[in-house]
Nanobody, 122 residues
Framework: QVQLVESGGGLVQAGDSLRLSCAAS????????MGWFRQAPGKEREFVAVISWNGGSTYYADSVKGRFTISRDNAKNTVYLTMNSLKAEDTAVYYC???????????????WGQGTQVTVSS
């Protein structure tokens, strides 16, 4: 069992930066790939980024590539999403998730956090 708690969301202006954190409980965190997803009002949840269990592989949605960076610290059981050059269209609830496969496919993830709101004003 893995419990995930996101933090770091807030209200920022376009062009600003923000770093989200996702703290995981449990001793098996380092065996999971970790993903970030987001859901904007009235839209479906979508993939943002994923990092493999050892941090060796990362993948990003085209919409955030070059602006967002996913990283992890297995010693701290934490995964991060550093978001730069934020745009109004990045406004959403951001969720972290843990899964056995490094993939952007939501149904493969076993555990989800409760989400943290990011609002970008233009």
């Amino acid at each position: 069992q893995v419990q995930l708690v996101e933090s770091g969301g807030g209200l920022v202006q376009a062009g600003d930066s923000l770093r989200l954190s996702c703290a995981a409980s449990g001793r098996t965190f380092s065996s999971y790939a970790m993903g970030w997803f987001r859901q904007a009002p009235g839209k479906e949840r979508e993939f943002v980024a994923v990092i493999s269990w050892n941090g060796g592989s990362t993948y990003y949605a085209d919409s955030v590539k070059g602006r967002f960076t996913i990283s992890r610290d297995n010693a701290k059981n934490t995964v991060y999403l550093t978001m730069n050059s934020l745009k109004a269209e990045d406004t959403a609830v951001y969720y972290c998730a843990a899964g056995r496969i490094t993939t952007q496919t939501m149904r493969t993830y076993d555990y989800w956090g409760q989400g943290t709101q990011v609002t970008v004003s233009s």
